[in-house]
């Protein structure tokens, strides 16, 4: 009886060690590709003479989720397209560039769809701060570069559509 006392023990005891001791290493979340999606077309115009400065196909952020993602995890975006996040309301905001491959300029519009600021050439994986110098409703991300290059003003304008 004692020996097979021992032979249960033992036969446990090799059964929760294999158990604690042969866990497997933890797995790594695999990093999925994340596409553009056209959900809309917007124009950035001149203040004095409403003249279209560029067109864009955009992205639309305009919940929870997609204003805290942005365009975190993409290794690019080409140069005709950008993403503009809508907030419900106008007030300073702050971007950073957490997660965010490659460089972009920030441009702050205000509920009028004013441009107010812009952060240029925001640096990838930068997790400081980036304000807006007044109150802003939209947000328009684009590659870095492009603010200089279109000669963007504040007071310039932009109009949007969505996508059906």
Same mark, same amino acid.
């Given at each position: 009886?004692?020996?097979?006392?021992?032979?249960?023990?033992?036969?446990?005891?090799?059964?929760?060690?294999?158990?604690?001791?042969?866990?497997?290493?933890?797995?790594?979340?695999?990093?999925v590709?994340v596409?553009f999606?056209?959900?809309?077309?917007?124009?950035?115009?001149?203040?004095?003479?409403?003249?279209?400065?560029?067109?864009?196909?955009?992205?639309? +952020?305009?919940?929870?989720? @997609?204003?805290?993602? &942005? %365009?975190?995890?993409?290794?690019?975006?080409?140069?005709?397209?950008? *993403?503009?996040?809508?907030?419900?309301?106008?007030?300073?905001?702050?971007?950073?560039?957490?997660?965010?491959?490659?460089?972009l300029?920030?441009i702050?519009?205000?509920?009028?769809?004013?441009?107010?600021?812009?952060?240029?050439?925001?640096?990838?994986?930068?997790?400081?701060?980036?304000?807006?110098?007044?109150? +802003?409703?939209?947000?328009? @991300?684009?590659?870095? &570069? %492009?603010?200089?290059?279109?000669?963007?003003?504040?007071?310039?304008? *932009?109009?949007?559509?969505?996508?059906?």
């Amino acid at each position: 009886m004692t020996t097979r006392y021992l032979k249960l023990v033992f036969l446990l005891a090799c059964c929760f060690s294999t158990v604690y001791t042969c866990k497997e290493a933890p797995k790594k979340p695999k990093q999925v590709a994340v596409s553009f999606t056209k959900e809309g077309t917007l124009q950035l115009l001149k203040q004095n003479t409403d003249s279209v400065i560029v067109t864009l196909d955009i992205e639309i +952020a305009d919940n929870e989720f @997609e204003t805290q993602t &942005g %365009l975190m995890y993409r290794p690019s975006m080409l140069s005709n397209r950008g *993403m503009l996040f809508i907030f419900p309301d106008e007030q300073p905001r702050s971007f950073y560039m957490k997660n965010t491959r490659f460089p972009l300029d920030i441009i702050y519009l205000n509920e009028a769809k004013r441009v107010v600021s812009f952060q240029e050439n925001a640096q990838p994986f930068n997790e400081g701060s980036l304000p807006s110098n007044a109150p +802003a409703k939209y947000v328009l @991300e684009v590659n870095a &570069g %492009l603010v200089e290059k279109w000669q963007l003003k504040v007071g310039d304008s *932009m109009s949007f559509s969505k996508t059906n």
